[in-house]
């Protein structure tokens, strides 16, 4: 059973910047699509950012130019590096890996303003 553990959330200001990881167990990572999620209180869960597994991402417009999806087969790690960061990306973020259909248990990311 493949395992997802997210990282790197915490309170930072407005404009300032975090680096998400998310650390999958299994030894066939290299072949899953990858995304990040977020969810904000009363609102529904949405797409910030997916990497395939030939490395081709797209990104929720509300992002683009801020936040850059990466990952690194070698470790296992999947990342989310967000800068100029807003208070309305204040959320809990999830780590799924599509292919599988696997989520990981949330990090919280509070941007204060």
């Known amino acids: 059973q493949v395992q997802l553990v997210e990282s790197g959330g915490g309170l930072v200001q407005a404009g300032g910047s975090l680096r998400l990881s998310c650390a999958a167990s299994?030894?066939?990572?290299?072949?899953?699509?990858m995304g990040w999620y977020r969810q904000a209180p009363g609102k529904q869960r949405e797409l910030v950012a997916h990497?395939?597994?030939?490395?081709?991402?797209i990104y929720t417009d509300s992002v683009k130019g801020r936040f850059t999806i990466s990952r690194d087969n070698a470790k296992n790690t999947v990342y989310l590096q967000m800068n100029s960061l807003k208070p309305e990306d204040t959320a809990v973020y999830y780590c799924?890996?599509?292919?599988?259909?696997?989520w990981g248990q949330g990090t919280q990311v509070t941007v204060s303003s």
């Open positions: 299994g030894s066939i990572f290299s072949i899953y699509d």
């Open positions: 799924h890996a599509g292919s599988i259909d696997i």
């Open positions: 990497i395939t597994s030939g490395g081709r991402t």
